[in-house]
């Protein structure tokens, strides 16, 4: 209803920007709504999604735009509205309300809640009438508000037993234990039970590409677990040979609605590409298969044109929907392939990418692009060389790319989000320094001051900016630690010292800010009067817990500087999470690689050599390219330390574990034997 406008119009999300001319009489989150809500004793509506949520695009058009359903949430409810980019830490509660209430979480979550804030009801999608075995949401916006008027202490009862519930799930404990010698092949174990052995990844549909669990299993790899690495590659090819790769312009979708990873929800976030960036380039390193640095290489591409800003930090997501359907900017029918491609490049590309009459994604007659069969299938079908089939598509790729561009784009929300930027930062900087991309560096040196100047201020971090302004929202654990590690990358790339500087400042602020004095370990957020709890944040979702990369980064930090107090904090977090995170490694990868690094260490590589020599950098490069767990590399000039001489006045590598320092050694051929040893 573009003739109707709320209070979501003023705001900086353009999530809630996209409801501001729903007739729901909607508020963002803020005392105003709050102040409402208790001096009309009306329970409060919550709404909570992101930009590129296809069904929460969905229940917009069917509910919050119906004049109808709007009048109805408006007579019963005080209406707010939450992108959970912006705030979630009230998503990481309220979420738990539904899982306490044995439905599954997600987005759109709808959750009722008391004037103070407790949640007495909750689910995510609801449609307009009743189907899929659920009630209309008129249907349960009447019961709920007619259980807040009829029966008010039954209503309260539930909220103090919610509220309980949740203060319990945020505050459970585990004793201190130590960790094992072999974390990483202990968890590869256990995580090797849930294999899909047939598909690649884990478990069934949906397929999430579980990112910190393969990581978990290349560090097994790295410790000499048999068949670990089998299990990574199988799940690589399978994800980037499928549709929930973009076969066209690089980059991965969020999940696969199959087990087959066929058939995408389209959304991309750059989370998640942030995270398969790091685990293909330690898979590339780890095999030297050139179909991963292909899809490193595409996937930063499609970074860099799609979703850089012009002061070159990153946006946060793109939408699965354009003109109104999900997935249609990425589909295609035979039709449209013989439009954009000459024969020969049309029969190829239909073989290859499984573009068929009928198609394969829903009831549209059109296909999701995937790698349907070998080339050498395609060659032997179409009576064709394999160089020749490779040449017909990699024309066919090129046009179809410039075709799609035509197309309608879906929504990009030019969010600029600090932990996501802080993940996508590094892994710019990982995969340059691996694969010996200096471009890639630069990009990532570039968002890192970026981020200094634009989230940065008299020592606070904000989370929060677009359009060149910021919201007034602190910065959150996961903002502070993954910014940290951000710089740590940068600085392994670049050797610099500045970035290592900012890290140590970041890791100090977010200990001052986050850390719990009385029981260790860190809180999600800082403490605030509109949070029902004050939680900490310990589980790996889509992306890695602020703990467990807040601890990584105080590790890492601990290696390079040497404190003892930011070891000290990590040590006693560790301890603490070290029983849940074995029993569970499926929610604790990220964790589980802090946990690997602070039971064996960090493997330190100094190479003695001017700036500017050859050998040296050779040296530098040919360590980077291997799979070394926690490698950390140090450039020495000749003659700053007498115990780490240059060998024959040649640039000379020592590879140190602990207090052990392998012999001096002049070639990468040398230094490969060293690091393996």
């Known amino acids: 209803m573009p003739d109707h406008e709320n209070r979501l119009i003023h705001e900086l999300s353009p999530y809630l920007r996209q409801h501001a001319h729903n007739p729901v009489d909607w508020y963002p989150w803020g005392e105003a709504a709050l102040a409402r809500a208790r001096d009309e004793d009306k329970p409060i509506l919550l709404s909570i999604g992101y930009s590129a949520c296809h069904w929460c695009h969905v229940m917009e058009r069917e509910s919050f735009d119906d004049a109808d359903t709007a009048a109805l949430m408006n007579r019963l409810f005080v209406c707010i509205k939450v992108d959970r980019e912006e705030r979630p830490d009230l998503d990481q509660i309220y979420q738990l309300v539904v899982q306490i209430m044995r439905r599954s979480g997600g987005w759109p979550l709808t959750v009722f809640l008391t004037p103070a804030l407790k949640p007495f009801f909750g689910g995510t999608y609801f449609p307009p009438v009743e189907r899929y075995g659920m009630p209309s949401f008129r249907t349960v916006l009447n019961a709920v508000a007619d259980a807040y008027r009829q029966r008010r202490a ?67 790899h790295a410790r ?11 799940a690589l090819d399978a994800m980037h040979e499928g549709g929930l790769y973009d076969q066209l312009g ?27 960036v790091r685990t293909y380039t330690d898979a590339w390193r780890a095999t030297g298969h050139e179909r991963y640095a292909r899809v490193v290489r595409d996937t930063l591409g499609y970074v860099e044109r799609e979703m850089r800003s012009p002061e070159g930090l990153f946006y946060s997501t793109q939408d699965a929907d354009s003109e109104g359907e999900e997935g249609k900017f990425f589909v295609w029918t035979p039709a449209e392939l013989e439009a954009a491609l000459d024969p020969d490049e049309a029969r190829a ?52 790319f410039r075709a799609r561009e035509a197309r309608v784009k ?35 040196s570039a968002a890192l001051e970026a981020a200094r100047a634009t989230l940065f201020r008299d ?91 807040m601890v990584r ?8 500087r040497g404190d003892a107090e930011l070891l000290s904090r990590a040590e006693r977090t560790l301890r603490g999470l070290t029983a849940q995170a074995m029993a569970n490694p499926f929610g604790f990868g990220y964790l589980l690689s802090a946990l690997d690094l602070y ?76 690091l393996f040893a």
Not at 378 to 384: D, H, T
Not at 487 to 511: K, N
Request: proline share 5%; with cysteine.
């Open 599 to 674: 039971a064996n260490g960090p493997v330190e590589l100094e190479v003695v050599a001017s700036e500017g020599d050859a050998a040296g950098d050779a040296l530098i490069a040919a360590g980077r390219r291997e799979l070394v767990p926690d490698l950390v590399v140090r450039r020495l000039a000749p003659g700053a330390s007498a115990e780490r001489p240059q060998k024959d006045g040649l640039a000379t590598a020592y590879v140190c574990r602990g207090r052990s320092c392998s012999a001096p050694v002049t070639s990468p051929e040398a230094l490969r034997g060293a």
């Open 154 to 220: 039954e209503v309260e009862s539930s909220a103090a037993e919610l509220t309980r519930a949740i203060g319990e799930v945020t505050r459970a404990r585990a004793a201190p234990a130590d960790p094992p010698p072999d974390v990483a092949v202990q968890a590869a174990a256990k995580l090797a039970t849930k294999i899909d052995e047939r598909h690649g990844g884990f478990g069934d549909r949906p397929k999430f590409p579980n990112t910190m669990s393969l990581d978990v299993l290349l560090r097994a």
């Open 553 to 560: 980064a105080l590790l890492r930090l601990h290696a390079h």
């Open 410 to 444: 879906p929504f990009r929300d030019e969010k600029i989000i600090a932990t996501w930027n802080g993940l996508m930062i590094g892994a710019f900087a990982a995969a340059g320094a691996a694969m010996g991309e200096p471009r890639w560096v630069s990009i990532a």
């Open 224 to 234: 000499g677990s048999e068949g670990a690495l089998e299990h990574v590659t199988k």
């Open 459 to 549: 020592g606070r971090l904000l989370r929060i900016a677009k359009d060149g302004a910021t919201a007034s929202i602190e910065g959150f654990l996961e903002d502070w630690a993954d910014l940290a590690n951000a710089a740590i990358d940068v600085h392994e790339a670049t050797l610099e010292e500045a970035p290592l500087a900012w890290a140590e400042e970041l890791a100090r602020g977010a200990l001052a800010r986050f850390w719990d004095e009385d029981e260790g370990g860190f809180f999600f957020s800082t403490a605030r009067d509109d949070l029902l709890v004050r939680a900490k944040d310990t589980y790996d979702n889509a992306v890695p817990s602020g703990t467990s990369s």
């Open 349 to 400: 590309a239909a073989l290859y990418w499984g573009v068929s009459e009928g198609g394969n994604f829903e009831d549209t007659g059109a296909s999701v692009l995937h790698v349907n069969r070998p080339i050498r299938a395609v060659a032997a079908q179409l009576s064709l060389d394999e160089a020749r089939v490779k040449e017909l598509l990699e024309s066919a790729r090129g046009k179809l």
């Open 250 to 276: 690089g980059g991965f979708h969020r999940y696969s609605t199959d087990e087959r990873w066929l058939v995408p929800h389209f959304e991309k976030m750059l989370y998640d590409n942030a995270l398969l």
